[in-house]
């Protein structure tokens, strides 16, 4: 791990929102202020938006769907899904503080005793084999995928609060960074490529997004059918800058998705949202 961020370091990728010392709420501050002095315009509690607090056009078309989401049907699924009990009679709301209510952004969380990042998809997982049925596919949209479209949209409103206590978890924190800020495939591009240094610039047509704010909307509909989860869209942009994806629920994707939602530290949630 160290001699990957030396070798970020030397290749000069690491510079103004990120170092390599920098502790997890340094690098949040960094990114928040180099955002917000690079778009004053644009308020922090915006970047819930992604690419649609740059366009005004697009966060006006975007209220308009939200209106009538055509995939309202879909988060009713995951509503009966989340709903519907066990064989053993419990359900998903047993397994979680408040019955479900406000804790989606408490995750990823490390866990000292497993010694990883446990996401929240994890937890799910958890509460079914703890309830005698078997885990879903963490990749799988059809189950995992519209179960959670419902169960984050619990948590809508919470303000994220990842945490990173200790040496491991901080360990896990900088895996995760470091993922961030690498150059993979064959076009050589990291997340920070995109999401960071050319955030608000157009790629083809479509403006970029923002890193802060980012983890803080899944699962989204693209095109406003398409159910994507965040790890899935981990896999989709490796594809597209052609490197070869990681497994969702992997633990490079388990630290990436930590490190990610830390530097959202402090926005609000709101799940299952329509995106370009």
Not at 130 to 150: C, I, Q
Not at 156 to 185: C, S, T, W
Request: glycine share 8%; proline share 5%.
């Amino acid at each position: 791990m160290k001699n990957t961020l030396l070798a970020l370091v030397g290749a000069g990728l690491l510079f103004g929102t990120v170092a390599a010392n920098a502790t997890p709420e340094q690098d949040r501050q960094n990114l928040i202020k180099y955002f917000t002095t690079k778009y004053p315009d644009v308020k922090l509690d915006k970047y819930v938006f992604g690419a649609l607090a740059f366009d005004p056009d697009s966060m006006a078309q975007y209220n308009s769907i939200m209106d009538f989401p055509p995939f309202s049907t879909v988060v009713d699924q995951g509503q009966k899904m989340w709903e519907t009990p066990f064989k053993n009679g419990k359900t998903y709301a047993s397994c979680f503080p408040n019955g479900g209510k406000n804790v989606a952004g408490n995750y990823p969380y490390f866990d000292d005793k497993a010694g990883k990042v446990v996401t929240f998809e994890m937890a799910i997982n958890t509460c079914r084999t703890a309830n005698g049925e078997t885990p879903y596919k963490l990749a799988d949209v059809a189950t995992m995928g519209t179960l959670t479209s419902y169960a984050r949209t619990l948590s809508d409103g919470m303000l994220m609060n990842i945490k990173v206590n200790g040496p491991a978890a901080e360990a896990a924190y900088a895996v995760g960074k470091a993922q961030f800020y690498e150059r993979h495939g064959q076009l050589g591009f990291s997340c920070a490529s995109c999401h960071v240094y050319n955030a608000g610039n157009r790629l083809r047509s479509e403006l970029l997004s923002p890193a802060i704010g980012q983890s803080t909307h899944w699962p989204v509909f693209r095109g406003g059918e398409t159910l994507v989860t965040l790890q899935n869209r981990y896999v989709g942009c490796q594809k597209m800058i052609r490197a070869v994806p990681f497994a969702v629920g992997s633990e490079e994707y388990n630290d990436l998705e930590y490190f990610h939602s830390y530097i959202s530290n402090g926005l609000a949630l709101k799940a299952s949202v329509f995106r370009k």
